[in-house]
Nanobody, 122 residues
Framework: QVQLEESGGGSVQTGGSLRLSCAFSGRTYSTYAMGWFRQAPGKEREFVAAISWTGSTTYADSVKGRFTISRDNAKNTVDLQMNSLRPEDTAVYYC????????????????WGQGTQVTVSS
């Protein structure tokens, strides 16, 4: 059974940076695609970024050029580097996993972390 644990959330001002990390355990990490999703207060959870088992990446239009997803198969981690943060990036960020191929659809993922809060103040 896959277990995921996010870390690295916090509070920053507009224009600041944060790096989220997600630790994976329970299965062979290198055969899994990883995704980041977020949920703002009063809104549905939305796709942010994903990386396949081969390392190919996909981003939501709203974060392209500002966020970077990366994986370290030796450490079983996936990171989300977030730069030029905006108040609208404020949300709980979730790490998710599915085998092999990444997806922008949250219902394609079968393992989720507990989430980490990111707050961006103006």
């Amino acid at each position: 059974q896959v277990q995921l644990e996010e870390s690295g959330g916090g509070s920053v001002q507009t224009g600041g940076s944060l790096r989220l990390s997600c630790a994976f355990s329970g299965r062979t990490y290198s055969t899994y695609a990883m995704g980041w999703f977020r949920q703002a207060p009063g809104k549905e959870r939305e796709f942010v970024a994903a990386i396949s088992w081969t390392g190919s990446t996909t981003y939501a239009d709203s974060v392209k050029g500002r966020f970077t997803i990366s994986r370290d198969n030796a450490k079983n981690t996936v990171d989300l580097q977030m730069n030029s943060l905006r108040p609208e990036d404020t949300a709980v960020y979730y790490c998710a996993a599915r085998t092999y191929y990444s997806s922008t659809y949250q219902d394609r993922y079968n393992a989720w972390g507990q989430g980490t809060q990111v707050t961006v103040s103006s």
